[in-house]
């Protein structure tokens, strides 16, 4: 062994992310309140739907196959609508990834939040990344095992709270908490709420950003939709490099200070730099145009203070480029900015940039507006592709029928002849009671002359309960020798009627006589 | 993870697109131990359930389990949830089934696939009669040879008929009159049946007084027929061996036989009042009458 070669399987190198603060943060921490207020809340808003039907606003009904959403109702034959809605998140996410890159990543990612989460109740109990770090490596002593049992329960308690809200979108909330706590509730509930915890525990405290890294196939997809138009963190190394600090950045100052003075009389080799992006929506601090540099500091702005690597929790170095591994949570960009502040130089140095203003601002031109970015035919397509979808959905969702039927003809036989002659057609008819009290559907014909019943009953009219199908055998008769009853084949037209409201609606059938009588 | 080509910690694969290499990054370590663990998982699954496939069989494994003792359980829990409604089905006087809702349901629906599996090879997968065939009856109309109320369909189904299995099978026999009468009385009176469909007067002319003197006393004065004796009605539109004269020729000569096994020898009762309840809600079953 005299050449040592490297290992094939290399251990998790763990990532102990600073605290940081600015814009970004900011807005991150809106974002997870938002998010984890709706995923948390939502199951126990109410929605009075009628007696029989259940009241939660946002309800997945498995048993019974209903889809409640405040005052929507997705039957089963209506799955499209979520077909739709699928489309629609696909669209927008494609969008997303268009314009803002891995804002999806960043922001709004369940691993990203609920990670976010686990780090900041890391950094309550066993302090910030300094800390972390003398904690991670002292011996396992009280303290620390104190720290960690604390820490691991704190992180269980939110595990067990997110399986624990997951099946409240299953079935009625109020009631399977009281089943929960009196050790009553189904074995699934148990299971579900068992798997949620063991999996929030260790995706977000143990496995982090492995998640990302090499079980997510998002990061690979989302390579291919980005373009060189798209806004992403980036490093900003025309005005970064070389980088250095301390008596290496001195001298590197002193050189460049040489380098310029004999070039003096060839003009200015330092015109303005690293003007910002304009972003919509930014502190106006951000925008301020870099202000010539004294040219006695090195070239590069970049101190290496690693600020950046710190805060980052994928535990990379943006300076590297454009990487799998990136999330673009931005939080190198709060990391960095604070640096820059107190160094006195210009924001941005790592930002939100769009890769083809890269050789544009190296030569020390403004780049182009966020809106020349964003606003481009393929992003506007999504957005017409997507709102497309959205419109037609709810043309569809205010269109839908009040009363639905099918009706299917019985083709075997395609029709009986009775004692008397008459010509009996048999049809399997299914009418959707949507509504939340029981309903009376009355049948009819659009031509005379014929006999409508129901098997079973001597009426024309089908009873169907709460919100449920109803299925029935009809029966259409033409008397013998008359002109339905003679011929092959004839169209018919089949109502429905509700009762109660006088709504109803049609189906197209046939119906089949007997030619050749003999 | 290395990313950036620069870092000397780990080489490239030697592989090279276009300038672009790829980076010899090693394993994450956690994956090593999870293919270890799928490898474990497989060991143990082997010794627990059925694995090695043999000539004629396969390895067993140790906790016995099979899918065929896993359908077999199935079979036997459904059973067992039905058993209530089976026991129930029997003792339930089939003249009030259709008030018991649940109850007619069930039957409903058992009696359709005891239907599908006993009756359709003679009477059609729809109960409209064998196609093709004669003599099988329709099941969707409203003509009965022996009764379309649900307790003589019953009858019918548990006993069967004209067979020599079961002594209450349903028996009748028409005779051969190709025996008693001369050709041309037949003729004339196949040409008399034919028209009692359109109407005629059952009694009337040459062929009624023939009609009165040898078919009357089974299928009446009316023609109506008599379903206590399994005569047909021969006013109706319905003819069971069909209504052309060489047809009506043959059954009136030779007289028609047709046989159905007494399913109460092999099916339980429940069973029997299932398929009665299915075959009187196929259209044609008449109401039991009151007292």
């Not at chain 1, 399997?428 to 659009?446: A, I, T």
């Not at chain 2, 028609?256 to 339980?268: F, I, N, T």
């Not at chain 2, 009762?269 to 007292?291: F, K, N, R, S």
């Amino acid at each position: 062994m005299t050449s040592p070669t490297p290992s094939l399987y290399a251990p998790r190198l763990p990532i102990f992310p600073r605290r940081v603060s600015g814009f970004y943060r900011r807005l991150k921490w809106g974002l997870l309140v938002v998010t984890l207020g709706i995923y948390y809340v939502t199951p126990w808003l109410r929605w009075n739907r009628g007696p029989d039907m259940p009241d939660q606003a946002v309800l997945i009904d498995l048993a019974n196959r209903r889809f409640y959403f405040f005052m929507i109702e997705i039957w089963p034959h209506e799955f499209y609508f979520v077909a739709g809605l699928l489309v629609m998140a696909g669209l927008a996410l494609f969008l997303f990834t268009a314009a803002l890159g891995r804002v999806w990543c960043g922001y709004a990612c369940p691993q990203t939040v609920w990670t976010d989460l686990f780090i900041l109740v890391e950094r309550w109990i066993e302090g910030d990344r300094n800390a972390r770090v003398r904690l991670h490596e002292a011996p396992w002593n009280t303290r620390k095992w104190r720290l960690r049992i604390t820490k691991w329960a704190v992180w269980l308690i939110i595990g067990l709270l997110t399986g624990g809200a997951w099946v409240f979108y299953f079935t009625d909330a109020p009631t399977l908490l009281v089943d929960l706590v009196t050790l009553s509730a189904p074995p699934v509930a148990w299971f579900t709420i068992a798997i949620l915890t063991a999996t929030t525990f260790v995706f977000g405290g143990f496995m982090r950003e492995q998640v990302c890294i090499y079980m997510c196939p998002w990061p690979r997809i989302q390579a291919a939709m980005m373009d060189e138009e798209t806004l992403t963190v980036a490093y900003r190394d025309w005005r970064g490099e070389p980088r250095g600090k301390g008596l290496r950045r001195r001298a590197a100052a002193e050189a460049a200070e040489a380098a310029e003075i004999s070039t003096r009389a060839a003009g200015p080799q330092t015109g303005p730099r690293s003007p910002l992006i304009p972003m919509p929506g930014l502190p106006s601090g951000l925008t301020v145009l870099a202000a010539p540099k004294p040219s006695t500091q090195a070239k590069g702005d970049c101190i290496d203070c690693n600020a950046c690597v710190n805060v980052c929790p994928m535990g990379i170095d943006i300076r590297d480029g454009q990487q799998m591994a990136c999330i673009t949570c931005a939080l190198c960009i709060d990391a960095c900015d604070e640096v820059m502040e107190k160094t006195g130089q210009p924001r941005g140095l790592i930002d939100y940039i769009a890769l083809s203003d890269a050789p544009r601002e190296a030569d020390g031109n403004p780049p182009q507006s966020v809106w020349r970015h964003v606003l481009r035919a393929r992003n506007l397509i999504y957005v017409g592709l997507w709102s497309g979808i959205g419109i037609a959905l709810i043309f569809a969702l205010f269109l839908r029928p009040e009363v639905e039927m099918t009706v299917a003809p019985i083709r075997n036989p395609t029709h009986v002849v009775l004692a008397d002659g008459t010509i009996r057609n048999a049809y399997d008819v299914r009418v959707r009671n949507k509504l939340g009290s029981e309903q009376v559907f009355d049948l009819s014909l659009d031509r005379t002359g014929l006999v409508v019943t129901v098997e079973g009953s001597d009426s024309e009219t089908i009873t169907v309960p709460a919100d449920s199908q109803g299925q029935a055998r009809v029966y259409v008769d033409a008397p013998a020798g008359s002109d339905m009853a003679t011929r092959d084949r004839s169209d018919l037209r089949l109502w429905v009627t509700d009762l109660d409201s006088g709504e109803r609606a049609a189906v197209d059938t046939n119906f089949t006589g007997q030619e050749d009588d003999q | 993870m290395t990313t950036h080509k620069d870092d000397k910690k780990v080489g490239t694969t030697g592989h090279n697109w276009d300038g672009i290499e790829e980076l010899n990054n090693p394993l994450p370590r956690w994956w090593l131990w999870t293919l270890y663990a799928t490898i474990a998982w497989g060991v143990v699954y082997v010794i627990l359930y059925p694995a090695w496939p043999l000539v004629n069989s396969a390895t067993g494994g140790v906790l016995g389990w099979s899918t065929r003792s896993e359908v077999a359980a199935e079979i036997a829990a459904v059973d067992a949830a039905q058993a209530g409604l089976r026991s129930e089905l029997e003792a339930t006087d089939l003249a009030v089934l259709a008030a018991n809702e649940p109850l007619h349901r069930f039957a409903v629906q058992a009696g359709a696939s005891l239907f599908a599996n006993n009756c359709a090879q003679c009477h059609g997968a729809g109960a409209a009669g064998a196609p093709g065939a004669k003599g099988y009856p329709n099941l969707l109309d409203d003509d009965w040879l022996w009764g379309g109320q649900i307790e003589e369909i019953a009858v019918t189904i548990r006993h069967g008929i004209r067979n020599e299995d079961d002594p209450d099978a349903r028996y009748s026999e028409m005779p051969a009159f190709g025996d008693i009468l001369e050709r041309a009385e037949i003729d004339t009176l196949v040409t008399h049946v034919q028209s009692l469909s359109d109407g005629a007067d059952p009694l009337a002319g040459e062929g009624g007084q023939l009609f009165a003197d040898n078919c009357a006393a089974c299928h009446g004065e009316d023609a109506k027929g008599n379903t206590d004796l399994g005569a047909p009605n021969l006013s109706d539109a319905i003819w069971l061996y069909g209504s052309d004269t060489e047809s009506v020729t043959t059954t009136i000569r030779n007289a028609r036989y047709g046989v159905m096994p007494a399913w109460g020898l092999m099916l339980d009762e429940a069973e029997v009042q299932a398929l009665a309840a299915y075959v009187h809600q196929l259209g044609g079953g008449e109401p039991t009458p009151v007292d």
